[in-house]
């Protein structure tokens, strides 16, 4: 995954490969911490949303680049620059705000967070209650990538061959798509009903008038 302006990076760093367990962010175990712009404090570090120039700002390092790199790539650019400063620096990240947007056809919708790197389709399926009652199983869209040329998969769960499919990873900002289940017959016996309900009206009308 390559991080995008609007991201938030989470970011934790160490000292000593991470055997000494003490955040430089903190200024040491008990300390106060130290933010930086657009900076907020959780369990997994402080965290700081992409700019539109494409970079955080980071206590103890400054602004940099992050946009269009990898998480890894981030991390050994942080350690390049705190390597003078501490001895064999430690950093983690993670994008804190990965999310994946579920439509039920036209029954029901959903922002999905996704709780790790390997959330797969079937998790975020069976975690949104399963495939609603109207919902083909044989016609599950995943849209991925910028929305004016985007990649779409298509997914079928009604064979085993398709729900091999199911198990693929998932990215943030994907779509997934679950086309509602056409019944004609029953919209046919519907429509038909219907027309001779309004068939009825109008000769029940007619025989009172002629009366």
Do not use: H, W
Request: hydrophobic residues 35%; aromatic residues 8%; charged residues 20%.
């Amino acid at each position: 995954y390559k991080i995008a302006v609007d991201d938030e990076v989470a970011i934790q760093m160490y000292s000593n490969d991470g055997y000494s367990i003490i955040q430089l962010t903190t200024g040491g175990a008990g300390g106060n911490g130290n933010r930086g712009v657009g900076g907020n404090r959780g369990a997994d570090g402080n965290s700081y949303k992409v700019r539109t120039d494409s970079t955080i700002k980071v206590p103890l390092i400054g602004r940099i680049k992050v946009a269009g790199l990898s998480l890894a790539e981030v991390e050994e650019k942080i350690e390049l620059k705190l390597v003078n400063q501490f001895n064999s620096p430690f950093v983690i990240c993670r994008i804190s705000n990965r999310r994946v947007y579920l439509f039920q056809g036209g029954y029901n919708s959903s922002i999905v967070e996704l709780q790790n790197e390997n959330t797969t389709l079937f998790e975020i399926l069976a975690g949104s209650g399963g495939i609603y009652q109207e919902g083909n199983a044989s016609r599950i869209k995943l849209i991925r990538g910028d929305l004016k040329n985007p990649d779409i998969y298509l997914v079928d769960l009604s064979t085993i061959d398709g729900m091999k499919t199911a198990n693929l990873n998932l990215m943030a900002g994907d779509i997934i798509y679950i086309d509602p289940f056409i019944n004609y017959a029953s919209r046919i016996s519907s429509d038909v009903g219907s027309i001779f309900g309004f068939l009825s009206t109008i000769l029940l009308v007619y025989s009172v008038t002629q009366r």
